[in-house]
């Protein structure tokens, strides 16, 4: 069993890869497109950062994982990296995301998968989001655009437990 860190976009801004020389790099294409630069072009010249990517059936879970806590405004390369944590479990590995992505790491703990946070302190409770109309009070479980009582554009804020 070997263990993997998967870098979100937020490792790449903390610097992770330009300083760790001694772990398991890995990361996606999608993260790679937001963050490419000469200096990360070299890494992956060097191999010192695998780019890898989940199969669709990891996506999926990802997907459904957030449409249930309303983090569903994650970028394709959040869930890339969700997706890649899955695929390493399912193949028998430890991974560990980096990340300081609140959504991400809200959908991460959902998902059973360890994020460690870099900047951060971290999430402290798995959230979820509710959608309200600021206008008229009504409070909806599912995001939507706009309030079927009064047509007010929803606003979204952390479920109070």
């Not at 995301?97 to 991460?108: G, H, K, Q, R």
């Not at 979820?128 to 995001?143: L, S």
């Amino acid at each position: 069993m070997s263990q993997y860190l998967v870098l979100d976009t937020t490792a790449f801004y903390a610097g992770v890869p330009y300083t760790n020389t001694t772990e398991n790099l890995v990361t996606t294409p999608d993260v790679i497109s937001e963050v490419s630069n000469e200096r990360t072009r070299t890494l992956i010249a060097l191999s010192k950062i695998n780019v890898w990517q989940a199969g669709p059936d990891h996506y999926n879970k990802v997907k459904e994982a957030a449409r249930r806590s309303g983090d569903n405004n994650m970028t394709k390369a959040d869930m890339s990296v969700l997706a890649l944590c899955l695929s390493i479990a399912a193949d028998g590995n430890d991974a560990i995301l980096l990340s300081d992505d609140f959504a991400v790491e809200n959908v991460a703990s959902r998902l059973g998968i360890k994020a460690r946070p870099l900047m951060t302190n971290g999430i402290k409770n798995v959230s979820e989001w509710v959608f309200f109309c600021p206008a008229c009070g009504k409070i909806y479980t599912k995001q939507r655009a706009d309030c079927l009582v009064c047509g007010t554009k929803l606003e979204k804020r952390l479920k109070k437990n």
